[in-house]
């Protein structure tokens, strides 16, 4: 459970090469996180002082709650498109850390932070709602999967769109965030297989 609680900062930390991320933790000991702080108490994420730390204890109470609030969407959703429910579940930890209403600087939305245009080709009105999202970005991650037959191909289509595997070769882009996104979505992965 430990581990569980502490992907939401691994999360963060990441996320803090392409954006501002500050944390606070408050007197209950929950760890919140945003990119708009609301008050002094808050504190810059930054990877060098995170990233190399060993896995500690922190209850990051939202990601713990949304991941169990969200469990069976997931499952169903996994078993609909016959995708590994623990990619899917490392997908969605890596996305958005769980949170239904976040919202990337690119404008990706939700669970699984879909595009525009990603949710108009699933048919996806409302990419807040939690069902519609996961359902389409379930679909979309499926058919990467069939496109490239290969997991990590796959999450840099999902990354950056498969325009750009398809432009260099049929291999990860040679984007900073995008590698690290296929690296991070691995770890995950294993990690969550491997609790199973």
Not at 146 to 169: C, H, K, P, S
């Amino acid at each position: 459970m430990r581990y569980i609680l502490l992907l939401c900062l691994y999360v963060s930390v990441w996320s803090a090469y392409a954006a501002k991320i500050y944390f606070y933790k408050d007197a209950d000991g929950h760890v919140h996180l945003t990119d708009r702080p609301t008050h002094d108490g808050f504190r810059k994420v930054t990877s060098s002082e995170w990233m190399h730390k060993p896995m500690q204890s922190l209850d990051t109470g939202s990601f713990a709650k949304n991941r169990k609030r969200y469990s069976s969407l997931v499952s169903r959703a996994a078993r609909r498109y016959r995708v590994d429910e623990s990619l899917l579940d490392a997908v969605i930890t890596a996305e958005s850390a769980y949170d239904p209403r976040a919202v990337s600087r690119a404008g990706a939305v939700g669970l699984m932070q879909l595009m525009p245009g990603t949710a108009k080709r699933y048919g996806v009105d409302d990419r807040y709602n939690p069902e519609d999202n996961v359902y389409a970005g379930t679909r979309y991650l499926r058919d990467l999967l069939l496109q490239f037959n290969n997991a990590e191909l796959a999450l840099a289509a999902y990354n950056a769109g498969e325009n750009n595997v398809i432009r260099y070769d049929n291999k990860i882009p040679p984007f900073k965030e995008t590698r690290r996104y296929v690296k991070k979505v691995m770890h995950y992965w294993s990690q969550y297989r491997s609790a199973m």
